[in-house]
């Protein structure tokens, strides 16, 4: 994500964040971007709610198709 901050600056390229995320998004993978100080520069989540919900369902149909007896659960890394 080298495009994503300018040091010159110290200036987030959000559009370039969201590009990223919304591309990791569709590939299972929730991304919360924050700064050295823990203030939220871009969320999936609370980007594009609606999506993020659709793409999380679609996901989970997905597992449990592949494995019936999956529960389909998310987790999170930090």
């Known amino acids: 994500m080298a495009l994503s901050y300018d040091a010159d600056t110290a200036q ?5 964040i969201h590009g990223f ?5 569709n590939d299972g993978y929730l991304i919360c971007v924050l700064d050295k100080d823990g203030t939220v520069i871009w969320d999936a989540e609370n980007h594009d709610m609606a999506l993020c919900y659709e793409i999380m369902n679609t996901i989970e149909l997905r597992m449990q ?4 007896k999956s529960k389909g659960d ?5």
Do not use: I, R, S
């Open 21 to 25: 995320g919304m591309y990791a998004l």
């Open 12 to 16: 987030w390229n959000t559009d370039y």
């Open 74 to 78: 998310f987790v999170t890394y930090e």
């Open 65 to 68: 198709e592949w494995n019936p």
